[in-house]
């Protein structure tokens, strides 16, 4: 029996989950050798890809993530991901146009994210990011605030 794309993704979860970082990466290229339209597996391979230091292969996978998704709402996270990584790249102009488009309407709640299990557990394994994150949803809320005062 074949495993469809979503259980490759569950599979790459597991594979994360015991940080073995290069099936998780085979487990989410299998699943977009599947559906390549599946945005979420673009994302979890660049977050692996991160933790290995690929940045600029991360970047990669998060554009192509933003491509395939077409919930607004979830560009967040992959345009956060992309600037991390483009930060980690010293690409400071793509990093600050890649941040733009992830508070853009100024909705961003740094809330909403951290009710997602994966994203906090990825977090916790890069502080880094965790800071980077805190950082720019505290500018973000801060900003919506004087906007409704």
Not at 26 to 44: G, R, S, V
């Amino acid at each position: 029996m074949e495993l469809t794309s979503r259980e490759w993704v569950d599979m790459g979860g597991f594979a994360w989950d015991n940080e073995a970082w290069q099936g998780a990466i085979e487990c989410y290229t299998n699943a977009l050798n599947i559906d390549p339209t599946l945005y979420m597996a673009w994302l979890y391979r660049g977050l692996v890809r991160t933790q290995l230091g690929e940045f600029g292969i991360a970047v990669e996978d998060f554009k192509e993530g933003i491509i395939q998704c077409d919930d607004p709402k979830d560009h967040e996270i992959l345009y956060l991901a992309k600037a991390f990584s483009e930060l980690q790249l010293k690409r400071i102009d793509d990093f600050y146009d890649s941040l733009k488009m992830a508070i853009a309407d100024e909705k961003w709640r740094y809330e909403r994210l951290s009710a997602n299990p994966f994203f906090n557990q990825w977090m916790a394994m890069n502080p880094d990011f965790a800071t980077f994150v805190e950082f720019e949803a505290y500018q973000a809320i801060m900003r919506h605030r004087a906007k409704s005062a």
